[in-house]
C-alpha cells in the first residue's frame, strides 16, 4: 500500500514562500504522475498541480506562474515550491497518484496571514 508522508507547511506572511515535500513509499515512482492538492475546512479537495514521467507539469490557474512542482526521483519525493503565497492559499496541502484511489496522508497545513 502506498504511502504518502508531507511536510514543510507553515504560517508564513503574505508574498512570502514555502517549500513542501512529500516522500512516497512507491516502488515505481519515477514511473508516475503525481499531484498535490489542497483542502480547506468545509470545502472539497482540489487539484492544485501534477507532474508526469519527463517532467511535464500542469497546474490549476490560481496557481501558475506562483507555484512549482517537481520530483526527485532518486529520493522518492515530489516537491511543491510556493512563492507570493495569498491568504487564499491557506489550506492542508497533500500530494497523490492521480487515480490511484489511494489513501491520503497527513497533509502539511499551510498558513498566509499578516
Known amino acids: 500500500q502506498v504511502q504518502f508522508v508531507e511536510s514543510g507547511g507553515g504560517l508564513v506572511q503574505p508574498g512570502g514562500s514555502l517549500r513542501l515535500s512529500c516522500v512516497v513509499s512507491?516502488?515505481?515512482?519515477?514511473?508516475?504522475?503525481m499531484a498535490w492538492y489542497r483542502q480547506v475546512p468545509g470545502k472539497e479537495r482540489e487539484f492544485v498541480a501534477d507532474?508526469?514521467?519527463?517532467?511535464?507539469?500542469n497546474y490549476r490557474d490560481f496557481v501558475k506562474g506562483r507555484f512549482t512542482i517537481s520530483k526527485d526521483n532518486l529520493k522518492n519525493t515530489v516537491y511543491l515550491q510556493m512563492n507570493s503565497l495569498q491568504p487564499e492559499d491557506t489550506a492542508v496541502y497533500y500530494c497523490?497518484?492521480?487515480?490511484?484511489?489511494?489513501?491520503w496522508g497527513q497533509g502539511t497545513q499551510v498558513t498566509v496571514s499578516s
Open positions: 507532474i508526469a514521467d519527463g517532467g511535464i507539469t
Open positions: 497523490n497518484i492521480p487515480g490511484r484511489n489511494a489513501a
Open positions: 512507491e516502488r515505481f515512482f519515477s514511473k508516475i504522475v
